[in-house]
């Protein structure tokens, strides 16, 4: 059948070809593509009322609003708040009693480590008492020969001396055992005990069973963030800078929980700006409730100090459809036409800000929800 097809074609275009050769005129439509066809499509957001009079309609109302600065950022510990568990002592891990995310109280036991460096302190530690023991004897003894007469004065200073240095000794190697984590003196152990040194949640480990802890140079085993308290960072631009100021509140927005809106201090903003993208951060400080986590996005509402006239409707006038806000408008005689708008925050009065849609004394059906059952049966 495509054979048989293709052989028509080309006798019909050979028969044209021919035509033109011998001088022959085509017809003005001959030869020519089809005229295209054009359609209507009907316009999905517009009504035809037959009886208009059912539904009543309310003018959209000016309010007057501060100004507002949306701006994106991050939830972060407190760097103040952060305390890093460090081990002075090197040695090998046998047991961990934490894992990163737990919450843990100040003192709490984190990890036992075994270390030849406390073995050691132990044994300088033994041996400081055993020579204060027997320097204390030989003073006491000095003493009794001084006051008889058998020694002079210049030997039992000697004594004295010694005396003294070895309790400086027994001092020396004690605080070193407790430098080292070691509290016990009286059970000499070459296992050392690292406790939380404050309450919060562990956001950082860096150890593992069996593992080696490597002292002051190797990175922390675990680091402890309190999340009373969390900054939020933002990323403002360069030409809204004007309208953050310092110790001013700001509302925040999870989005996570986004119905849920928070108040925090702004508390710093940063004096450096970022070449790439024209921003600069901005810190929030706010009373953690439980629910936010370091690395959450959130939205940040700036307040500013002038006011601005806004547009209000009552919230029964609003259609929320499709994860979108619509209103009806009258759009001439027996219709109505859908407009999609942007809503705002919640007014007294069960009225709701649009930000953007419809203008101040415009008309627009009352009854969103009732007209739009309506259209639909």
């Known amino acids: 059948m495509k054979r048989t097809t293709l052989v028509a074609l080309l006798a019909s ?21 089809p005229a295209l066809k054009v359609e209507r499509i009907e316009d999905r957001n517009l009504f035809r009322v037959e009886h208009p009079e059912r539904f009543p309609l309310t003018k959209a109302v000016e309010h007057l609003a501060a100004s507002e600065l949306r701006a994106t950022g991050t939830v972060n510990p407190d760097i103040s708040r952060t305390v890093p568990v460090i081990s002075i002592a090197t040695g090998r891990v046998l047991e961990i009693k934490a894992r990163l995310g737990d919450v ?75 430098v080292l984590g070691s509290a016990n003196l009286e059970q000499p152990s070459g296992i050392v005990e690292i406790r939380a040194p404050v309450s919060g949640v562990i956001t950082d480990q860096q150890v593992t069973n069996a593992a080696g802890v490597a002292g002051l140079g190797a990175p922390n085993p675990f680091t402890i963030s309190d999340l009373t308290y969390v900054w939020i960072i933002c990323d403002v631009y360069e030409n809204d800078l004007s309208a953050v100021h310092l110790g001013e509140k700001a509302d925040i927005r999870l989005n996570a929980y986004p119905d849920k809106v928070f108040t925090g201090t702004i508390n710093n903003i940063g004096p450096i700006l970022d070449p790439n993208i024209r921003t600069s951060k901005v810190r929030i400080e706010v009373r953690n409730p439980g629910l936010m986590r370091p690395g959450m996005f959130v939205v940040t509402t700036f307040h500013g100090q002038k006011q601005e006239a ?32 942007k809503g705002g925050q919640m007014l007294p009065g069960n009225l709701q800000e ?18 739009q059952n309506t259209v639909q049966q």
């Open 13 to 33: 275009l050979s028969v044209q070809f021919f035509a033109a050769g011998c001088g022959e005129k085509l017809g003005p439509n001959e030869g020519a593509p």
């Open 104 to 178: 843990v109280q100040k003192g709490q036991l984190l990890l036992r480590v075994q270390s030849s460096d406390v073995a050691g302190a132990f044994s300088d530690y033994q041996k400081a008492v055993a020579d204060e023991k027997l320097s204390r004897t030989q003073l006491e003894r000095a003493q009794l020969l001084y006051d008889k007469g058998v020694i002079s004065l210049n030997d039992l200073q000697i004594v004295e001396a010694t005396d003294a240095k070895a309790k400086v000794d027994v001092k020396t190697t004690a605080e070193r055992l407790r």
């Open 310 to 341: 806004r547009v209000a409707l009552p919230a029964a006038a609003i259609l929320h459809l499709q994860d979108r806000d619509w209103v009806y408008i009258p759009a001439g005689e027996k219709s109505v036409r859908r407009v999609e708008v």
């Open 354 to 371: 649009i930000l953007s849609g419809v203008s101040v004394g415009q008309e627009v059906v009352s009854n969103a929800l009732e007209f």
